[in-house]
């Protein structure tokens, strides 16, 4: 009878299996404990007739040596398996977080820019950064000897006929006139090229965008308003001035300021002591200019603009040198992170 439970038990021990620590110890408890079922089965032993227990003895014993084996190899193997797993790390462990990348600050401005100017419904328009005489100068009533044309200003691809990087987006205005007919309303965001010297203040690539809007009846006044919604929208400020100015594309022609205020040493310093900011030049369209890119200027008036995105970007993030942009620095562009 006793032979018979020891022998089921035997079996039940070999074909016993598991990868789990805490069943190997539950496992170990029930056969091998202090109250286990080896320490029961040999108290029994004790009262069994003399006859039988030379093969039950032998019984006993084979179990206990089977069951601390199966311990000693369970544990083992999951030992190994730990190994394993420790060469993969924890796989069930949070994973590191996945480092998002940032909009570089130039795009979130510039992004910032259409979204204002389209809620008035600006639409955006692109153009060639290698432009030809016409679009970047001539058409845009750039006398032939005006200092902008001057080798000091232009990278010059080709001469005669002159193919170069486009000054300012200006040239996309000529562009679109050509293509398009009034009303127009539409802002032209994009790269251009001076040659100049690099520092903090100036580079010789840079960003503008540039506005049109072209209808009958255009006037200075409307100008003066989509700069001011542009402004608040922009910069949260609600003053500004337009000082006259030349531009040779308008006629007449201003510099828009606004009022940043002196509330800060910083505005101090970036106002130069006057609260005011330039940010961009603007005036009314030349007729001549609508001449050139066949608009009939007896109809149709209408007003342009353009600002640099860098100055833009500069004054909202305080950012003190342009040459920041350009060096892809990760400390500095993941400052950006949390703005869309
Ligand atoms: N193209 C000018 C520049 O690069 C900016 C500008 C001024 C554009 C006045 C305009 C404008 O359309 O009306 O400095």
Same mark, same amino acid.
């Given at each position: ?20 620590k ?7 408890i ?16 004790k009262?069994?007739d ?7 003895g ?46 570089h600050?130039?795009?979130?401005? +510039? $992004?910032?820019? =259409? ?6 419904? &600006?639409?955006?328009? !692109? %153009?060639?950064? #290698?432009?030809? *005489? ?33 000054t ?20 032209s965001?994009?790269?251009?090229? +001076? $040659?100049?010297? =690099? ?6 690539? &840079?960003?503008?965008? !540039? %506005?049109?809007y #072209?209808?009958? *009846? ?21 003053k ?6 030349y ?38 369209v ?12 007896e109809k ?15 004054l ?15 400390r ?9």
């Amino acid at each position: 009878m006793m032979l018979d439970k020891v022998k089921k038990m035997m079996a039940d021990v070999e074909v016993f299996k598991t990868t789990s620590k805490d069943e190997i110890e539950a496992f170990r408890i029930k056969y091998l404990g202090s109250k286990g079922l080896l320490k029961e089965l040999f108290n029994e032993f004790k009262t069994v007739d003399a006859s039988m227990k030379k093969d039950l003895g032998q019984a006993l014993n084979k179990l206990r040596n089977a069951a601390s084996t199966k311990v000693q190899e369970l544990n083992e193997s999951l030992e190994n398996t730990q190994e394993t797993k420790s060469f993969y790390g924890d796989l069930t462990r949070p994973s590191e977080p996945i480092e998002l990348g940032a909009r570089h600050p130039i795009s979130i401005v +510039r $992004n910032r820019i =259409i979204e204002v100017f389209s809620k008035i419904g &600006f639409t955006v328009s !692109e %153009g060639p950064e #290698i432009e030809d *005489d016409w679009h970047n100068f001539t058409a845009l009533n750039l006398p032939e000897y005006h200092p902008a044309r001057d080798m000091q200003d232009t990278f010059f691809i080709e001469k005669d006929p002159d193919v170069l990087l486009r000054t300012h987006t200006s040239s996309v205005q000529v562009r679109y006139m050509e293509n398009n007919e009034p009303p127009i309303r539409t802002i032209s965001p994009g790269r251009v090229f +001076r $040659n100049e010297d =690099i520092s903090a203040r100036a580079h010789c690539i &840079f960003h503008q965008v !540039e %506005g049109l809007y #072209i209808d009958t *009846d255009v006037s200075f006044a409307d100008l003066k308003q989509t700069l001011l919604y542009f402004t608040k929208e922009m910069f949260g400020k609600s003053k500004i001035r337009l000082r006259p100015s030349y531009f040779p594309f308008t006629e007449p022609s201003a510099e828009v300021d606004i009022y940043w205020g002196l509330e800060t040493e910083v505005d101090y310093k970036i106002t130069k002591g006057t609260g005011w900011l330039e940010i961009m030049g603007c005036g009314m369209v030349d007729p001549n200019v609508l001449k050139n890119a066949n608009i009939d200027p007896e109809k149709y008036t209408g007003y342009a603009f353009g600002m640099g995105i860098e100055r833009i970007a500069m004054l909202l993030y305080q950012i003190p040198d342009i040459r920041m942009f350009y060096e892809n620095d990760v400390r500095f562009l993941e400052q950006f992170k949390s703005i869309i």
